[in-house]
């Protein structure tokens, strides 16, 4: 069993301020939080930008100034998203990928997303696959749906992703695929042989989600975009300290925390 590669996904695009005080969301408070999520026993930063309003933004200048900040103090595996926020066009949605990330996320169907449509074509998935490719990027599939993990088969399919796929399903999201043991089964059981996962637990399911791929050789997204409470009703302190919680229970079920540079040997990417 490969060691446990643990995601931070710092900030999202939902989650505000109000509702979690601890939100990081300008490039210093992104970088400082992904150093302290680096030195808990991440490997990869999941990264959503916000502009000075501390609304979600794609813009290119604002992710390069945090990759920037990022770098300049741990060699943690940079991962902007694509998906944004719902408004969000498909050329604005792309702009973090010229950074040429060594990872992105690439989303691969629409769905419901509480009261919005996350809009996903077959034309988004397959600009965004291309684009991936044509820059070096490692595409994370991103799965809301069971139905998804065929579109990602298909630009597989097509060439436009190489395999072996990395696969991240986020499970939970209201109107989405709910986030029960049984959910996460049949979708790690859909993926092409030789591939890997990372399950992203929302709100309640974060937890008990992310211990199961401990055991079952999977990997882990905690942090505020899924999940801003440690326990029932009581606020995280921090990004950080869901990550600690992660590497303690991997510790105690006996499975070895994965550093950047072992995750990208693991991923096939970057300096690994």
């Not at 599939?141 to 399903?169: S, Y």
């Not at 499970?171 to 399950?199: F, K, N």
């Not at 399911?205 to 975009?225: K, N, S, Y």
């Amino acid at each position: 069993m490969d060691k446990l590669i643990i995601t931070a996904a710092l900030t999202g695009a939902e989650v505000t301020k109000e509702l979690q005080p601890n939100l990081p969301t300008t490039p210093d408070e992104i970088a400082e939080e992904a150093y302290q999520c680096y030195l808990k026993g991440a490997s990869i930063v999941h990264i959503h930008a916000r502009d000075k309003e501390r609304q979600p933004t794609q813009s290119f200048d604002i992710y390069k100034e945090i990759k920037e900040k990022i770098e300049a103090k741990c060699d943690i595996i940079f991962q902007p998203s694509t998906g944004g926020a719902v408004w969000h066009g498909p050329d604005e949605r792309l702009q973090p990928v010229d950074l040429k990330p060594e990872m992105a996320t690439l989303s691969c169907g629409t769905c419901n997303f509480g009261p919005d449509v996350f809009m996903n074509s077959e034309e988004y998935m397959e600009k965004f696959a291309s684009k991936m490719k044509e820059l070096g990027v490692k595409p994370e599939m991103e799965i809301f749906e069971r139905g998804m993990i065929e579109n990602a088969k298909k630009l597989a399919k097509k060439g436009l992703v190489e395999t072996p796929m990395h696969f991240d399903f986020v499970l939970g999201v209201p109107g989405a695929c709910p986030g029960t043991p049984e959910d996460l089964l049949h979708m790690m059981r859909a993926i092409p042989e030789g591939s890997t996962w990372t399950v992203a637990g929302v709100g309640r399911h974060e937890l008990p989600l992310a211990t199961m791929a401990i055991i079952l050789g999977g990997h882990v997204r905690v942090g505020f975009e899924d999940n801003i409470f440690y326990s029932k009703g009581e606020l995280a302190k921090s990004n950080g300290q869901l990550v600690e919680r992660i590497v303690r229970i991997a510790k105690e079920l006996g499975r070895e925390v994965a550093t950047p540079q072992e995750a990208r040997k693991i991923l096939g990417i970057g300096r690994g």
